[in-house]
């Protein structure tokens, strides 16, 4: 009976401790090497781009560790992925000292933005079927990215599909897991991944003292704030809403301004609700039980917490892994939410078109006047809804009236 009871709680650890862990190593894995060509185009030396990654690592894992621990849901945070994109742009332009500024007056107005409550009230009014054809757009090109990988290695890529194709007849929640201990332990046999340049040391954090200027504000932490909003947290909050957790937006935003307010100072720009790495943890896999879901969120945040401390050492074991397996295994990792939202986006008939073009405008990764396929798809998305079933107050919940 104990023994019974010792396996069954093993069990509903080891869940979520793989969810966590995935999360973080999509997360690493696939956009790890933008933070570090934004800091080459910046000039910034190998001791600051440590400070970054410490800074921004800590501010991750110390917003995903409280917010989870106190909501009791899967709040998974991260970096803004399209918020480094637009800081290799714009850090060749400014110095370290306004980029540093930037950071900091983003992150405050993203406090002042919670602390309003005016970002939860329009999440809450977004149609359940628009939501879920955003999110399947959104991960869509991850999911098209395992078979384009193909070309890359087809003996890794096509042995990693048959691994996950076996284990999924045995165990749903566990073939990604299997699938990654089998392609590392194959990557090594074939000698595909370089360690030699990874050390194990503690990370010297450094501060910088900000440069409030015009440009500052208006060239970069105006657009910074805009392009993470939309392309952050929107997603972000709809992916939970998706699987059914119903935390408020307002102390997300508060507590992920203030970590990015405080850890600016050291390098790090906006922290920010995942949007991607948080399917992972907020689907069935991550446990059965929707209340257990939340300690996939502390397993990912204290693996940044791990990264934190040792800087870019730990990434690099991320980085040191080929890039053909990375998408290949975030791509296996997200099948299950792609394709729950694309069952959950045509359940409705009335509404399936709206959400079918929700879908495909999102997939199609629309980037114009600066803003990501994210905003676009959910624009054109509502835009669509209210052409075709416009009501007298049509959103005054968060279930669109017939």
Request: with cysteine; net charge positive; glycine share 12%.
């Amino acid at each position: 009976m104990e023994a019974s009871s010792f396996s069954s709680r093993t069990a509903g650890l080891l869940a979520p401790l793989v969810a966590g862990l995935m999360a973080a190593l999509v997360n690493f894995g696939g956009t790890f090497v933008i933070i570090v060509g934004a800091a080459e185009v910046a000039g910034l030396d190998a001791a600051h781009l440590a400070s970054w990654v410490w800074a921004v690592s800590l501010g991750i894992g110390i917003s995903g560790v409280a917010l989870s621990l106190r909501t009791r849901e899967p709040i998974v945070t991260a970096w803004s992925t399209p918020g480094v994109a637009f800081l290799a742009m714009a850090l060749p332009q400014i110095s370290y000292g306004e980029a540093v500024a930037a950071y900091l007056l983003s992150g405050l107005g993203f406090v002042v933005l919670g602390l309003s409550g005016a970002f939860e009230r329009l999440v809450s009014r977004i149609p359940k079927g628009i939501a879920s054809g955003l999110l399947a757009g959104i991960l869509f090109q991850f999911g098209v990215g395992v078979f384009q990988t193909i070309q890359l290695d087809p003996v890794l890529v096509g042995g990693l599909l048959l691994t996950f194709a076996l284990l999924r007849r045995h165990t749903a929640r566990y073939a990604v897991f299997g699938v990654l201990v089998a392609g590392v332990g194959v990557l090594l046999l074939r000698g595909q991944v370089d360690l030699a340049g990874v050390h194990l040391s503690a990370t010297r954090p450094i501060f910088t003292r900000p440069e409030f200027t015009t440009t500052s504000l208006f060239s970069v932490a105006l657009p910074l704030f805009v392009i993470t909003l939309t392309g952050q947290y929107m997603p972000g909050m709809l992916i939970l809403r998706n699987d059914g957790f119903r935390t408020s937006a307002n102390p997300i935003l508060i507590l992920t301004g203030l970590c990015s307010a405080v850890m600016a100072c050291f390098g790090s720009h906006p922290i920010n609700i995942a949007a991607i790495s948080a399917a992972i943890c907020t689907g069935p896999e991550a446990h059965e039980d929707a209340r257990q879901r939340y300690k996939a969120a502390v397993f990912s945040g204290c693996i940044y917490f791990a990264v934190g401390v040792f800087g870019v050492t730990l990434a690099a074991l991320f980085m040191a892994l080929p890039k053909a397996f990375t998408v290949t295994l975030a791509g296996l990792a997200l099948i299950s939410a792609i394709g729950g939202s694309l069952a959950n986006a045509l359940a409705d008939p009335e509404r399936r078109e709206t959400s079918l073009v929700t879908f495909l405008a999102t997939a199609a990764n629309i980037q114009f006047l600066g803003l990501g396929g994210a905003l676009w798809g959910l624009a054109i998305g509502l835009g669509f809804h209210l052409a075709v079933h416009f009501r007298p107050r049509l959103f005054t919940n968060s279930t669109p009236t017939t």
